[in-house]
Each structure stands twice: as structure tokens, then as C-alpha cells.
């Protein structure tokens, strides 16, 4: 297994141990995993057109900002540090999840991440992994004029990694509070 991944298993390890110790009375106050908003979501009439800026102005200048600090010498560190903090927050909200909810908590951690994080979670490995190859590629010797291409290269993965993120928008605004509503009804 690779260094990186064994790094990403164990902070959700930590994640789900930080959440054992806190308990299941700090978890009954989580925002959306609270019973109050489960309930209120069942009735909740959610409008795509209005959730869409609301998470485009939340989540693009936090992507914006990954990106430009990413770019730095320490840009690898700094993107895997926040991917660390992703799987340290998926560990936690799981146990919080299956604490208030038992089994069904799995099938709720499902609603709320899918399917925008099947878009997201591309767009942010991509960005690592050009990061990793466009910084290895700086370190060798280079015919000259080649500095344009991994220049090019690079804006290339950037605009890609802006449609993931800009498809996963879309899905997180349209289709995620279709089925996170369908799911807490399935399970209540």
C-alpha cells in the first residue's frame, strides 16, 4: 500500500476514534445529522437554482485557494494535508452517523456524499497527481522549450479538474437533495 493511502486510512481512523471519545451527546447536536433537520428534510422543499449559488460561493473560493497554495514548493503537502482533513471529517461524521443511526447511518453518510463526490474526489486526485508529476518533472534536466508544455499541461488538468468540480456542483445542488430526501424517507 502506498505511503499516501495508508496516510488517508489512518486520519479516518482517527477521525472515527476522536468521535468514539467524544460520544454520542456531542454527535446528537451535528447540524445535519441531527434528528430535528432529518425530520425537517423529509418535508423540505429544496430548489436547485437556489442551492447552486449558495454552494458555488462556498465551494469554489475553497477550491480556488487550494489551488493557488497548492502551487507553491510545498503544494503536494498542502493538497494531501487536505485530503487528510476530508477523511479525518468522512471518519467522524460516519461514527456520529451510526451512532444516532445505526445501520441506517451508512445508507444517510451515502445520501449526503453521493453522487457529487463522485466528481469532487476525481478532480482533487487529479490536481494531486499533475502536482506530484509537474513537480518531479522540475527537478530532471529539460530540452529547452519544454517549460511550456508542462506549463500547458497544467492548465489543462486545472480547466478538467474545474469541470469535475463544476459537475459535482451541479449534482451536489440537483441531485443529492433528491436523494438524501428519498433515503431519509426509505429509512424513516
Same mark, same amino acid.
Given at each position: 500500500?502506498?505511503? !499516501?493511502?495508508?496516510?488517508?486510512?489512518?486520519?479516518?481512523?482517527?477521525?472515527?476514534?476522536?468521535? @468514539?471519545?467524544? %460520544?454520542?451527546? !456531542? /454527535?446528537?447536536? =451535528?447540524?445535519? +445529522?441531527? $434528528?430535528?433537520?432529518?425530520?425537517?428534510? #423529509?418535508?423540505? @422543499?429544496?430548489?436547485?437554482? $437556489?442551492?447552486?449559488?449558495?454552494?458555488?460561493?462556498?465551494?469554489?473560493? $475553497?477550491? =480556488?485557494?487550494?489551488?493557488?497554495?497548492?502551487? %507553491?514548493?510545498?503544494?503536494? =503537502?498542502?493538497?494531501?494535508?487536505?485530503?487528510?482533513? #476530508?477523511?479525518?471529517?468522512? /471518519?467522524?461524521?460516519?461514527?456520529?452517523?451510526?451512532?444516532?443511526?445505526?445501520?441506517?447511518?451508512?445508507?444517510? +453518510?451515502?445520501?449526503?456524499?453521493?453522487?457529487?463526490?463522485?466528481?469532487?474526489?476525481?478532480?482533487?486526485? =487529479?490536481?494531486?497527481?499533475?502536482?506530484?508529476?509537474?513537480?518531479? +518533472?522540475?527537478?530532471?534536466?529539460?530540452?529547452?522549450?519544454? !517549460?511550456?508544455?508542462?506549463?500547458?499541461?497544467?492548465?489543462?488538468?486545472? +480547466? #478538467?479538474?474545474?469541470?469535475?468540480?463544476?459537475?459535482?456542483?451541479?449534482? $451536489?445542488?440537483?441531485? @443529492?437533495?433528491?436523494?438524501?430526501?428519498?433515503?431519509?424517507?426509505?429509512?424513516?
Amino acid at each position: 500500500m502506498k505511503k !499516501s493511502t495508508f496516510l488517508i486510512f489512518l486520519v479516518f481512523l482517527c477521525g472515527v476514534i476522536c468521535a @468514539n471519545i467524544l %460520544g454520542i451527546v !456531542s /454527535g446528537r447536536e =451535528l447540524g445535519a +445529522m441531527s $434528528e430535528y433537520f432529518m425530520h425537517r428534510y #423529509l418535508y423540505a @422543499n429544496i430548489q436547485g437554482s $437556489e442551492l447552486f449559488p449558495f454552494l458555488f460561493y462556498k465551494r469554489a473560493p $475553497e477550491m =480556488l485557494l487550494l489551488v493557488f497554495v497548492s502551487i %507553491g514548493i510545498y503544494g503536494t =503537502l498542502i493538497v494531501d494535508g487536505y485530503i487528510c482533513y #476530508l477523511s479525518f471529517s468522512v /471518519g467522524f461524521l460516519a461514527v456520529i452517523a451510526i451512532m444516532n443511526y445505526g445501520i441506517k447511518g451508512i445508507l444517510i +453518510m451515502f445520501g449526503f456524499f453521493f453522487p457529487q463526490w463522485l466528481l469532487y474526489a476525481p478532480a482533487l486526485y =487529479l490536481w494531486r497527481y499533475e502536482l506530484r508529476y509537474y513537480k518531479g +518533472m522540475g527537478q530532471k534536466a529539460e530540452p529547452l522549450g519544454s !517549460s511550456g508544455k508542462r506549463h500547458m499541461k497544467l492548465a489543462v488538468v486545472w +480547466m #478538467l479538474a474545474s469541470i469535475f468540480i463544476l459537475a459535482g456542483l451541479f449534482a $451536489e445542488s440537483y441531485v @443529492n437533495p433528491f436523494l438524501l430526501q428519498k433515503i431519509v424517507r426509505a429509512l424513516g
